[in-house]
C-alpha cells in the first residue's frame, strides 16, 4: 500500500518538474508545456492534458497538426498567435508543427517527449530445479 502511495507521489514530482523545465523564450514560434509525457512501466500509454502556444510576427491563416494523425488539431484564420490545450494518450513521442495553411509550409515544430518511471520489466531470476 506505501509503495503504491509512494509511487503516485512520485509520478506528481515527476510531472511538476517536467512542468518547470517547458522553456519560457518568447522567440520560440510554437512551445508546448508541460514537454514530457510521464507512465509508470516501459510501454503503458501516458496520459497528459497538454498546451500548446504559438507567436507569429505576420497575422495568416495557421494550423496545428499532430504526427498522431492526419487532419489538423485545431486552424485559425487572420491571426498572429493563439494558445489552446488538448488531452493526449501516447506510447510514442509526439511531434507537433505549425503549418501556414495558405502555402503549406511548415513554420515551427516542437515534441512531447514520453518518458517512464520504470525502463524494463524485472528479469526472472534463473532458479535451479531437480523436479
Given at each position: 500500500m506505501y509503495f503504491k502511495f509512494f509511487l503516485m507521489i512520485l509520478m506528481l514530482l515527476i510531472n511538476w518538474v517536467c512542468k518547470a523545465e517547458t522553456k519560457t523564450d518568447s522567440t520560440q514560434p510554437l512551445k508546448i508545456s508541460p514537454?514530457?509525457?510521464?507512465?509508470?512501466?516501459?510501454?503503458?500509454s501516458c496520459y497528459q492534458d497538454v498546451t500548446l502556444s504559438w507567436k507569429q510576427e505576420l497575422a495568416g491563416d495557421y494550423c496545428v497538426f499532430s504526427s498522431q494523425q492526419t487532419e489538423a488539431l485545431k486552424c485559425w484564420k487572420n491571426n498572429?498567435?493563439?494558445i489552446f490545450s488538448i488531452p493526449i494518450a501516447t506510447k510514442t513521442n509526439v511531434t507537433f508543427s505549425l503549418v501556414n495553411s495558405a502555402n503549406k509550409n511548415i513554420?515551427?515544430?516542437?515534441?512531447?517527449?514520453?518518458?517512464?518511471?520504470?525502463?524494463?520489466?524485472?528479469?526472472?531470476?534463473?532458479?535451479w530445479r531437480l523436479f
Amino acid at each position: 500500500m506505501y509503495f503504491k502511495f509512494f509511487l503516485m507521489i512520485l509520478m506528481l514530482l515527476i510531472n511538476w518538474v517536467c512542468k518547470a523545465e517547458t522553456k519560457t523564450d518568447s522567440t520560440q514560434p510554437l512551445k508546448i508545456s508541460p514537454n514530457k509525457c510521464v507512465a509508470l512501466d516501459y510501454g503503458q500509454s501516458c496520459y497528459q492534458d497538454v498546451t500548446l502556444s504559438w507567436k507569429q510576427e505576420l497575422a495568416g491563416d495557421y494550423c496545428v497538426f499532430s504526427s498522431q494523425q492526419t487532419e489538423a488539431l485545431k486552424c485559425w484564420k487572420n491571426n498572429k498567435n493563439s494558445i489552446f490545450s488538448i488531452p493526449i494518450a501516447t506510447k510514442t513521442n509526439v511531434t507537433f508543427s505549425l503549418v501556414n495553411s495558405a502555402n503549406k509550409n511548415i513554420l515551427a515544430k516542437t515534441t512531447l517527449k514520453m518518458t517512464w518511471v520504470y525502463k524494463t520489466k524485472n528479469r526472472r531470476r534463473l532458479s535451479w530445479r531437480l523436479f
